[in-house]
Structures are given as C-alpha cells and as structure tokens.
C-alpha cells in the first residue's frame, strides 16, 4: 500500500467542489487516512514547493493558495500516486484530459492567468513521486493525525 498527498486548492474549497474530488479519488480505490481544512502558511508553502520558489511564477503561487482554506489530505491504495496523479490531469486545466479532476472541473488556462500576471487556479495537487509523497504528508501532517 502506498500514501500521496493530496491539497484541495482554495479555489476548490471555494467552489464546494471537495465532495467531489474526494468521491473520485474513493472511486479509484484510494482510501483517506488525513484530512484537515487550514489556511496555508508562508513557511509551509516555502517548504512544499522549494524546488519552484526561484521560478518566476511562484510569488503568484503563494499567493493564490494563501487566497483562502486548503483542504490537506493523505489518501492510501494500491499504486496511490500514480492514481491520484493521473486523476488529477494536465497541470494546466485547459490541457487536461476529460475524466480528469482538472478536465472536467478547471475553468482556467496557463495562457489565461499568464496573460493576468498571475498563478493558473487548477483545483488541486498530487504528489508525484514516492519521495515528494513522504517529504509532503511529513510537512502538512503529524504523525498521530494520520490514521494507520
């Protein structure tokens, strides 16, 4: 069994879409072992996305997921990343695939918030190896709040 960390975005806790995303991710067979509504933090988010903070778009990430409460989630299943990533779609929501979290629910572009000088507003994030999942799940959860 393996775990991966999953973030309802703000603009998906906004939409009261978080029944949804979790229903598909049930639907794949992943179970959930941790799940928190909180407001980000500078310092959390540095941590998360440190490989990106040098990048010219990450002010603006930081920025769209301090919006509003994110949901932090651990799910747990058989091949949980690759699942979750391949639920989860294309980054860029008018790329993703139909089926997809992003495809079928994102409303935005890369082109779009590009164009507005701001981070593109997709819904959610998976974990996309086994070391981002660990190095994820230890950042946003503490131990005795995920379930065994």
Sequence with gaps: ???????????GVKRNLIGEIINRLEGEGLGVRAIKMINAEVETLRKHYAAHIDKHFYKGLEEYLMEGPIIAMVFEGFEAIEKARELTGHTDPSQAS?????????????ELADREKRSVR?????????E?????????????????
């Design 132 to 148: 981002e999942a660990e190095s994820e799940i230890k950042l946003w959860f503490k131990k005795e709040e995920i379930l065994k």
């Design 1 to 11: 069994m393996e775990r991966t960390c999953i973030i309802i975005k703000p603009d």
């Design 122 to 130: 997709n819904l959610i994030h998976a974990s996309g190896t086994k």
């Design 98 to 110: 139909k089926g997809t979290v992003r495809g079928d629910l994102g409303e935005d572009s890369i």
